[in-house]
């Protein structure tokens, strides 16, 4: 019987990770057939950079798959069945003011965690539920495969605006982590292993870790971090490979588990401050770094007519959207991690929390396993960490300053509250082309 071929658009085709996807996707037509690639975006000059690359990709690679790139929500979200999104809503420039605003006042300055993350928060809600809507409007039975940050307070919010929507929100850090867990102890893939994990987005556990006789790997894998963190070794960029290695730190505060990374900004927050150069900050690095080279390499694709030779690559990122695609599209019920509501799988926790806990994906969306009770120490951290996600996603419906000045002095990475409406007086000028205005 013939394999269906599917139509996917990609939200934010000027994404630094377009040409690692669409790569991924050319690399997979045995697993994942497709018949059409939209590139989607609405910054034309800065997609037309990614498109035209990809269009040498696409005809070299699988020239029988159409290939079309737009600004035009119509053209862009018609005959689809998957959406993968990566929008980031004020692109670098407004990473690097989420990250160097909330260091002026020695709070931990980051992507998707803190302050930083709040006011991105606040950014990406109106535009994740734009394109959502956009999909609606044009391919009503498509799926949304998100990852455009941050994905807990996107995931709150599609769960309270968009409660019936086909929307699947997703992480890559647990793949990488896992990534590198199972090269720590020897094994080939992370797939080797079946992991029991539980959290929020960018702020979770993993519980049990088992291979596929269910020989229990996890004391291995402690062993390994409490040592060398998650460094397996290789040539990351030196703040991921201090991310990697402080993973031991995190890891000694709760024996029987092993952290996702992010949680280092939670845990040792003035240390991270003072690990940070309040002038050149991740978002910098990424600036000169990864946005350079991927333009840089489009660029030289177009120049030269070819993408032999290209070192443009899939990360974790491209292959977990991936496996996800087929898991909807074949009805494999893979496990994977999603961000989920809650509804009873953590016992002991909020209903209504988006918590990233492993899931059988299946044509029909997700169906959660129950984690049990969590313990105390994680339950305290996470109830806290929810209700700055709850609040952000509360001030946002709202416009409520008061709402987003609590979510700011609940949160961990925050001293005070005085701190607290200072960072988000702040935060309020900056934003103010993209926030709504709050009263
Ligand atoms: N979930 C995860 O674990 C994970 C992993 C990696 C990256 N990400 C996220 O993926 C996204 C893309 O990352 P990047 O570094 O490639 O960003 P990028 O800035 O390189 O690209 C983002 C693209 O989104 C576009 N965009 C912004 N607002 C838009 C809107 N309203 N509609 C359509 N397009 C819009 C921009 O014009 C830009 O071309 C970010 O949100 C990033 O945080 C998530
Ligand atoms: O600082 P950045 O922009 O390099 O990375 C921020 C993102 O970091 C995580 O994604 C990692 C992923 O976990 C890792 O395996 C590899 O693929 O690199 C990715 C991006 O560098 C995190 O999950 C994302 O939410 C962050 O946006
Ligand atoms: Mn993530």
């Known amino acids: ?50 498109a035209d690359a990809c269009e040498i990709i696409v005809k070299e690679m699988a020239p029988e798959v159409s290939f079309t790139t737009t600004t035009d929500p119509e053209e862009g979200f018609s005959d689809i069945d998957f959406v993968m999104a990566h929008i980031r809503v004020g692109k670098y420039a407004m990473r690097e003011k989420d990250e160097k605003i909330p260091l002026k006042y020695d709070v931990i300055g980051q992507e998707t965690c803190g302050p ?30 998100n990852y455009s940050n941050p994905a807990a307070i996107v995931a709150e919010a599609t769960r309270k605006l968009r409660p019936n929507s086909k929307i699947l929100n997703i992480c890559d850090m647990p793949v990488g982590i896992e990534s590198r867990m199972a090269k720590a102890i020897g094994l080939k893939s992370r797939k080797e292993m079946d992991v029991r994990y539980y959290g929020l987005n960018h702020f979770g556990w ?41 993973a031991k730190d995190v890891q000694a505060l709760d024996s029987e588990t092993l952290p996702n990374t992010y949680l280092k900004y939670y845990m040792y927050g003035d240390q991270e401050v003072a690990h940070t150069d309040k002038n050149y900050t991740r978002a910098n690095m990424v600036m000169e770094g990864r946005e350079k080279n991927v333009f840089s390499e ?25 496996d996800l695609a087929r898991a909807i599209a074949y009805n494999t019920h893979e496990r994977m991690l999603l961000i989920v ?12 929390a988006m918590v990233e806990i492993p899931c059988l994906v299946g044509a029909n969306g997700y169906e959660p396993l ?26 946002y419906i709202e416009k409520s300053y008061q709402k987003l000045l609590q979510a700011l002095t609940v949160s961990k990475t925050v001293p005070n509250a005085e701190i607290a409406k200072q960072i988000l007086d702040e935060l309020i000028e900056a934003n103010k082309d993209f926030w709504p205005e709050l009263h």
């Open 1 to 50: 019987m013939r394999m269906k071929k599917f139509s996917v658009t990609i939200a934010g085709g000027g994404s630094t990770y377009t040409p690692g996807i669409v790569k991924l996707l050319l690399n997979n037509l045995d697993k994942f057939p497709l018949r059409q690639l939209k590139l989607y975006d609405n910054d034309k000059e800065r997609q037309d950079i990614v």
């Open 298 to 322: 489009c660029n030289r694709i177009v120049e030269a007519g070819t993408s032999e030779g290209t070192n443009l690559k899939a990360g974790d990122h491209a292959s977990y959207i991936v």
């Open 341 to 352: 509501e809650n509804k009873g799988a953590i016992n002991n926790f909020e209903e209504t």
């Open 206 to 246: 993993w519980t049990d870790i088992r291979d596929k006789e269910g020989n229990d790997l996890k004391p291995r894998i402690i062993e390994y971090v409490k040592e060398h963190g998650y460094d397996v070794g290789d040539h990351h960029d030196a703040s991921w490979q201090h991310t990697f290695q402080i």
């Open 116 to 145: 930083g993350g709040i006011a991105y928060g606040m950014r990406s809600i109106p535009g994740v539920l734009e394109i959502l809507d956009y999909m609606e409007k044009y391919s009503p039975e498509a799926w949304m495969l």
């Open 370 to 395: 129950a984690q049990g009770n969590i313990p105390r120490f994680q339950k305290g951290l996470m109830e806290q960490q929810v209700a700055v996600e709850k609040l952000v996603v509360e001030a």
